[in-house]
């Protein structure tokens, strides 16, 4: 059986795309080879096939749906597709081959929240991902192995600082440190212990830590079982154009929220 056309090709027909997320260089080639009549877009964390149509995406996203969700917002934010194409999305779940096909129409509400939270986000979306990577170590190894909670609010700093108060003296008053920085993330780690929550600017400078949020929380929804971080963290993404990052103390999940809505939740300790 001539593997992949075969076998691909009822799935594939009327697509616009074919979205291979993190092939082998062979399973590459030999869909580039398969000649299918439909674009092949290549989307992962690095471009190691050296693919003309390449999707980068963010983080390794160990939830299928937030893979999906993120690969077609992105497939669509580059220009590979518009509004509307079919694209088949094919991914070795278990291995290197391919094992795992969804064919999904992209629409706004297939793919925007996720998309949107790394790319239109104020912050820079470096600055995003490194916030976002501090969390989910901070959640893997919690502090001194106790679990520990943190909020982030990433962006627009002035308008959050203007809604919010100092719980105490602010150690980041006269510095000029930035996410990405080890030493920064060591800081972080540390000070996450104490209350409140931490503001970063768009360009990822750290404006203060211990920042109690007054938000008009008034119609914001949050998951059952969570408290006044997770409240105060979701509705200032909307009073502001800040996106929070919420590290839970009580179910060790790392939540991301924009606009007043969780777009995010992730399992640290399956990173
Ligand atoms: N408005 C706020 N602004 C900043 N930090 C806050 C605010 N409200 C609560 N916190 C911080 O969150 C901590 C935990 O509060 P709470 O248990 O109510 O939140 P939660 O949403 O249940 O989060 P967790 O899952 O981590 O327990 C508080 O000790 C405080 O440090
Ligand atoms: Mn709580």
Do not use: W
């Amino acid at each position: 059986m001539d593997t992949v056309s075969e076998l691909l090709s009822d799935i594939v027909e009327n697509a616009d795309a074919v979205a291979l997320f993190s092939p082998t260089g062979s399973l590459y080639e030999r869909f580039v080879e398969a000649d299918l009549d439909v674009d092949v877009i290549v989307v992962g964390t690095e471009n190691a096939v050296g693919a003309d149509a390449f999707v980068d995406i963010p983080l390794d996203f160990t939830d299928i749906d937030d893979l999906v969700e993120f690969g077609v917002g992105a497939a669509v934010g580059d220009g590979y597709i518009e509004e509307g194409d079919v694209v088949v999305c094919a991914m070795g779940v278990f291995g290197e081959e391919i094992d795992t096909v969804s064919r999904v129409r992209a629409e706004e509400s297939v793919h925007s929240d996720l998309y949107d939270l790394f790319v239109n986000s104020r912050a820079e979306p470096t600055v995003i991902r490194s916030v976002l990577e501090v969390a989910i170590d901070l959640g893997k190894k919690g502090q001194k192995g106790k679990p520990v909670g943190a909020l982030f609010v990433v962006g627009d700093a002035g308008n959050v600082m203007n809604k919010s108060r100092p719980l105490s003296y602010n150690p980041f008053e006269k510095s000029h440190v930035h996410v990405g920085d080890p030493i920064v993330n060591v800081m972080l780690k540390e000070f996450s212990r104490l209350d409140g929550a931490f503001v970063i600017s768009d360009s990822g400078k750290i404006v203060s830590a211990y920042r109690y949020l007054e938000p008009d929380a008034k119609g914001i929804d949050i998951p059952k079982g969570l408290g006044a971080r997770h409240m105060a963290g979701g509705a200032i993404t909307r009073d502001t154009n800040a996106t929070s990052i919420v590290l839970s103390e009580s179910d060790g999940l790392v939540r991301a929220f924009k606009g007043g809505k969780l777009v995010l939740e992730i399992d640290p300790e399956e990173y």
